[in-house]
Protein backbone atom coordinates (compact mmCIF):
# COMPACT_ATOMS: atom_id res chain seq x y z
CA UNK A 1 0.00 0.00 0.00
CA UNK A 2 1.26 3.65 -1.26
CA UNK A 3 2.06 6.10 1.67
CA UNK A 4 1.89 9.55 2.02
CA UNK A 5 4.64 11.31 -0.10
CA UNK A 6 4.38 8.09 -2.79
CA UNK A 7 2.87 9.67 -5.60
CA UNK A 8 0.71 7.52 -8.02
CA UNK A 9 -1.62 9.44 -9.68
CA UNK A 10 -0.36 13.06 -10.05
CA UNK A 11 2.16 13.24 -12.49
CA UNK A 12 5.30 15.72 -12.50
CA UNK A 13 4.36 18.61 -15.13
CA UNK A 14 6.79 19.46 -17.79
CA UNK A 15 6.83 23.30 -18.08
CA UNK A 16 8.31 26.43 -19.57
CA UNK A 17 7.75 29.51 -18.47
CA UNK A 18 7.02 32.68 -20.62
CA UNK A 19 9.35 35.70 -20.29
CA UNK A 20 9.55 37.16 -17.48
CA UNK A 21 12.13 39.52 -15.30
CA UNK A 22 14.32 37.15 -12.90
CA UNK A 23 16.31 38.24 -10.02
CA UNK A 24 18.92 36.48 -7.88
CA UNK A 25 20.60 34.54 -10.84
CA UNK A 26 22.76 31.63 -9.58
CA UNK A 27 23.08 29.56 -12.54
CA UNK A 28 26.49 29.65 -13.49
CA UNK A 29 28.37 28.30 -10.70
CA UNK A 30 26.58 26.57 -7.35
CA UNK A 31 26.04 27.96 -4.27
CA UNK A 32 26.94 26.10 -1.40
CA UNK A 33 25.61 28.67 1.38
CA UNK A 34 22.99 26.41 2.28
CA UNK A 35 23.45 22.98 0.90
CA UNK A 36 26.94 21.30 0.92
CA UNK A 37 25.59 20.08 -2.64
CA UNK A 38 25.36 23.49 -3.87
CA UNK A 39 22.69 24.47 -5.59
CA UNK A 40 21.15 26.39 -9.09
CA UNK A 41 18.60 28.58 -8.38
CA UNK A 42 17.12 31.52 -10.15
CA UNK A 43 13.83 33.43 -8.98
CA UNK A 44 10.55 34.10 -11.82
CA UNK A 45 8.58 37.32 -11.30
CA UNK A 46 5.32 36.14 -11.80
CA UNK A 47 3.07 39.24 -10.36
CA UNK A 48 2.91 41.36 -7.41
CA UNK A 49 0.59 42.61 -4.69
CA UNK A 50 -2.07 45.47 -5.26
CA UNK A 51 -2.27 48.35 -2.37
CA UNK A 52 -5.42 45.76 -0.93
CA UNK A 53 -3.25 42.76 -0.98
CA UNK A 54 -5.00 41.16 -3.78
CA UNK A 55 -2.51 38.89 -6.12
CA UNK A 56 -2.23 40.01 -9.55
CA UNK A 57 -0.63 37.35 -11.68
CA UNK A 58 0.63 39.13 -14.99
CA UNK A 59 -1.39 37.88 -18.18
CA UNK A 60 1.17 35.64 -19.68
CA UNK A 61 1.32 33.83 -16.54
CA UNK A 62 -1.91 32.41 -15.83
CA UNK A 63 -2.20 29.70 -17.95
CA UNK A 64 0.57 28.27 -15.86
CA UNK A 65 -0.32 29.36 -12.33
CA UNK A 66 -3.66 27.35 -13.20
CA UNK A 67 -1.50 24.17 -14.48
CA UNK A 68 0.10 24.59 -10.92
CA UNK A 69 -2.95 25.34 -8.79
CA UNK A 70 -4.56 21.86 -10.32
CA UNK A 71 -1.33 19.89 -9.98
CA UNK A 72 -1.24 21.16 -6.30
CA UNK A 73 -5.01 20.17 -6.05
CA UNK A 74 -4.06 16.32 -7.19
CA UNK A 75 -1.35 16.10 -5.31
CA UNK A 76 -3.26 17.10 -1.62
CA UNK A 77 -6.57 15.06 -2.74
CA UNK A 78 -3.81 11.95 -3.20
CA UNK A 79 -2.09 12.65 -0.04
CA UNK A 80 -5.06 13.26 2.12
CA UNK A 81 -6.75 9.74 0.97
CA UNK A 82 -3.57 8.51 2.66
CA UNK A 83 -3.51 10.08 5.99
CA UNK A 84 -5.66 9.53 9.45
CA UNK A 85 -6.67 11.09 12.09
CA UNK A 86 -5.33 14.82 12.63
CA UNK A 87 -2.90 14.56 10.10
CA UNK A 88 -5.55 13.99 7.56
CA UNK A 89 -7.70 17.03 9.07
CA UNK A 90 -4.53 19.06 9.34
CA UNK A 91 -3.10 18.99 6.07
CA UNK A 92 -2.02 21.83 4.40
CA UNK A 93 -1.10 23.16 0.46
CA UNK A 94 2.19 25.07 0.06
CA UNK A 95 2.16 27.39 -3.34
CA UNK A 96 5.01 27.43 -4.93
CA UNK A 97 4.33 31.12 -5.64
CA UNK A 98 5.57 33.18 -3.20
CA UNK A 99 5.97 36.95 -2.01
CA UNK A 100 9.49 38.04 -1.67
CA UNK A 101 10.73 39.35 1.49
CA UNK A 102 13.04 42.21 1.87
CA UNK A 103 16.61 42.09 3.78
CA UNK A 104 14.60 42.92 6.86
CA UNK A 105 12.36 40.25 5.82
CA UNK A 106 9.33 43.05 5.02
CA UNK A 107 7.10 41.74 2.35
CA UNK A 108 7.92 43.69 -0.84
CA UNK A 109 4.52 42.79 -2.93
CA UNK A 110 6.92 41.04 -5.59
CA UNK A 111 5.29 37.46 -6.27
CA UNK A 112 7.95 35.09 -7.66
CA UNK A 113 8.65 31.23 -8.35
CA UNK A 114 11.99 30.14 -7.73
CA UNK A 115 13.25 27.18 -9.70
CA UNK A 116 16.14 25.27 -8.17
CA UNK A 117 18.56 21.52 -9.31
CA UNK A 118 21.08 20.23 -7.03
CA UNK A 119 24.57 20.30 -8.02
CA UNK A 120 25.42 16.68 -6.58
CA UNK A 121 22.86 14.24 -7.01
CA UNK A 122 23.43 10.45 -5.71
CA UNK A 123 21.70 8.16 -8.20
CA UNK A 124 18.90 5.68 -6.30
CA UNK A 125 19.59 3.24 -9.27
CA UNK A 126 23.63 2.39 -8.66
CA UNK A 127 24.06 4.71 -5.87
CA UNK A 128 26.76 6.77 -7.96
CA UNK A 129 27.10 10.73 -7.70
CA UNK A 130 26.99 12.80 -10.67
CA UNK A 131 27.55 17.09 -10.94
CA UNK A 132 24.68 18.26 -12.79
CA UNK A 133 24.12 22.44 -14.23
CA UNK A 134 21.24 23.67 -15.93
CA UNK A 135 21.48 24.30 -19.58
CA UNK A 136 22.12 27.93 -20.35
CA UNK A 137 20.75 29.24 -23.93
CA UNK A 138 20.75 32.48 -25.69
CA UNK A 139 17.34 33.95 -27.51
CA UNK A 140 17.86 32.10 -30.48
CA UNK A 141 18.28 28.41 -28.14
CA UNK A 142 22.28 28.31 -29.18
CA UNK A 143 23.84 27.14 -25.87
CA UNK A 144 26.30 29.37 -23.97
CA UNK A 145 28.82 27.19 -23.05
CA UNK A 146 31.21 29.29 -21.72
CA UNK A 147 29.70 32.69 -20.29
CA UNK A 148 32.17 35.72 -19.72
CA UNK A 149 29.17 37.67 -17.81
CA UNK A 150 27.00 37.82 -14.89
CA UNK A 151 23.51 37.22 -15.04
CA UNK A 152 21.71 40.35 -12.91
CA UNK A 153 18.45 41.37 -11.89
CA UNK A 154 16.06 42.25 -14.35
CA UNK A 155 17.48 39.95 -17.16
CA UNK A 156 14.26 38.55 -18.58
CA UNK A 157 14.71 35.02 -19.45
CA UNK A 158 12.38 31.63 -20.13
CA UNK A 159 12.97 28.40 -17.72
CA UNK A 160 12.35 24.77 -18.54
CA UNK A 161 11.92 22.88 -15.83
CA UNK A 162 9.27 20.61 -14.23
CA UNK A 163 6.80 20.84 -11.08
CA UNK A 164 7.40 17.71 -8.97
CA UNK A 165 5.13 17.06 -6.02
CA UNK A 166 6.04 16.52 -2.64
CA UNK A 167 4.66 15.46 0.91
CA UNK A 168 6.50 16.93 4.41
CA UNK A 169 5.41 14.76 7.19
CA UNK A 170 7.14 17.23 10.06
CA UNK A 171 4.70 20.11 9.41
CA UNK A 172 2.20 17.93 6.89
CA UNK A 173 2.22 20.09 3.90
CA UNK A 174 1.94 19.36 0.32
CA UNK A 175 3.84 21.21 -2.27
CA UNK A 176 5.45 21.47 -5.81
CA UNK A 177 9.03 21.27 -6.35
CA UNK A 178 10.21 23.48 -9.58
CA UNK A 179 13.10 21.80 -10.91
CA UNK A 180 15.43 23.71 -12.80
CA UNK A 181 16.19 22.28 -16.37
CA UNK A 182 17.67 25.20 -18.32
CA UNK A 183 17.35 28.59 -18.83
CA UNK A 184 17.27 30.75 -22.19
CA UNK A 185 18.51 34.00 -21.97
CA UNK A 186 16.43 37.08 -23.92
CA UNK A 187 17.63 39.82 -22.30
CA UNK A 188 20.59 40.42 -20.34
CA UNK A 189 21.43 42.94 -17.94
CA UNK A 190 24.48 42.38 -16.75
CA UNK A 191 25.95 41.76 -13.02
CA UNK A 192 27.05 45.60 -11.91
CA UNK A 193 27.12 46.46 -15.83
CA UNK A 194 24.79 47.83 -18.58
CA UNK A 195 21.68 46.57 -19.74
CA UNK A 196 21.33 44.98 -23.18
CA UNK A 197 17.76 45.57 -24.76
CA UNK A 198 15.46 43.29 -26.83
CA UNK A 199 12.09 45.25 -28.11
CA UNK A 200 11.71 41.82 -30.54
CA UNK A 201 12.15 38.40 -30.40
CA UNK A 202 14.92 38.66 -33.65
CA UNK A 203 16.86 41.23 -31.48
CA UNK A 204 17.42 39.73 -28.45
CA UNK A 205 20.38 38.32 -26.47
CA UNK A 206 21.99 35.81 -28.99
CA UNK A 207 24.79 33.53 -30.06
CA UNK A 208 23.82 31.82 -33.05
CA UNK A 209 19.56 30.27 -33.88
CA UNK A 210 17.93 27.46 -32.91
CA UNK A 211 13.98 26.96 -30.90
CA UNK A 212 13.77 26.94 -27.22
CA UNK A 213 11.94 23.77 -25.90
CA UNK A 214 12.00 21.97 -28.92
CA UNK A 215 13.38 19.23 -26.90
CA UNK A 216 13.61 18.69 -23.28
CA UNK A 217 16.42 19.92 -22.16
CA UNK A 218 17.89 17.17 -19.69
CA UNK A 219 20.50 18.89 -17.70
CA UNK A 220 23.63 17.60 -18.34
CA UNK A 221 25.79 15.27 -15.77
CA UNK A 222 29.12 17.65 -16.63
CA UNK A 223 31.25 14.71 -14.37
CA UNK A 224 31.00 11.73 -12.25
CA UNK A 225 32.10 12.04 -8.71
Known sequence: MATAGEFTKTS???VITPKA?????????PDYKFDANGTFSIMVIVGNKDDKG?????PEFEPLVKDINATLTDAF??????????KKASLSEVSPIREEEDSDGNPTGVM???FKMTHKVTSKKDGKQYLLKPKLVDSKNVEIKSP???IGNDSVCRIQG???????????TVGLSCRLQAVQLNKLVEYNAVAFDEDEDEDGFTTGEGEFGSEVATPTATSRV
Not at 21 to 29: D, G, Q, R, S
Open 162 to 172: ELSPYYKADNN
Open 21 to 29: HVKWAKILE
Open 54 to 58: NIRIL
Open 112 to 114: YMR
Open 77 to 86: NETVELLKGA
Open 12 to 14: SVK
Open 148 to 150: NFL
